[in-house]
């Protein structure tokens, strides 16, 4: 059974960088089959992706958000990360990685969330 | 503001159906098969129930269908138990020029 499972800090002061990892179990973050990915949802509210990955370090990133994004992959730690540069408040959310299948984009495994709070 | 279009509550009965809209454009659900549906109970990670359009993973109830007319999409749930009550929401590839993921803004299902 895959797992994927975000660590990161909880708290990221404004104007500074947030930074995420998802480490995948249970199966090969390596292979072509899948893509991984990064969304988003702030409290309350729908859910936003932000971008994803393929393991070939090809990336697609939310146009709202591409200046800011930055998403990486570690095949030896089986992990993929996010990197959200210059945050403000709005970026407060509860970020959800999930892997996606790359014959119908659908996303079939998401990690349990970890909340992001930016304040000083 | 969504991409994707979806009514923000719809209720039921036990036991009867409801269903849920989807509306996109030409240029996404239109176009393209690549519509997914994902329940996510308060709390909880987004779980997927529908792919494909009308596809479901395993283990997920044939009580859950979807299909597709045009720019909208539609999630049907049939037999509802309280257990469903839940947000729903639809997601399809948006891509014309490049590969970009587009969420709905979600509804909340209440089964009365």
């Known amino acids: 059974q895959v797992q994927l499972q975000e660590s990161g800090p909880g708290l990221v002061k404004p104007s500074q960088t947030l930074s995420l990892t998802c480490t995948v179990s249970?199966?090969?973050?390596?292979?072509?089959?899948?893509?991984w990915s990064w969304i988003r949802q702030p409290a309350g509210k729908g859910l936003e992706w932000i971008g994803h990955?393929?393991?070939?370090?090809?990336?697609n990133y939310n146009p709202s958000l591409k200046s800011r994004v930055t998403l990486s992959v570690d095949t030896s730690k089986n992990q993929f990360s996010l990197r959200l540069s210059s945050v403000t408040a709005a970026d407060t959310a509860v970020y959800y990685c999930?892997?996606?299948?790359?014959?119908?984009?659908?996303?079939?495994?998401w990690g349990q969330g970890t909340l992001v709070t930016v304040s000083s | 503001q969504s991409v994707l279009t979806q009514p923000r509550s719809v209720s039921g009965s036990p036991g009867h159906s409801v269903t849920i809209s989807c509306t996109g454009t030409?240029?996404?659900?239109?176009?393209?098969?690549?519509v997914s549906w994902y329940q996510q109970h308060p709390g909880k990670a987004p779980k997927l129930m529908i792919f494909?359009?009308?596809e479901r993973p395993s283990g997920v109830p044939g009580r859950f269908s979807g299909s597709k007319s045009g720019n909208t999409a539609s999630l049907t749930i049939s037999g509802l138990r309280p257990e469903d009550e839940a947000d729903y929401y639809c997601?399809?590839?948006?891509?014309?020029?490049?590969?970009?993921?587009?969420f709905g803004g979600g509804t909340k299902l209440t089964v009365l």
């Open positions: 494909n359009v009308s």
């Open positions: 030409s240029s996404d659900i239109g176009v393209y098969n690549y």
């Open positions: 249970g199966g090969s973050i390596s292979s072509a089959s899948y893509y």
């Open positions: 999930a892997r996606g299948d790359s014959l119908w984009l659908q996303l079939d495994y």
């Open positions: 990955i393929y393991i070939s370090g090809s990336t």
């Open positions: 997601c399809s590839y948006g891509g014309t020029y490049t590969f970009s993921v587009l």
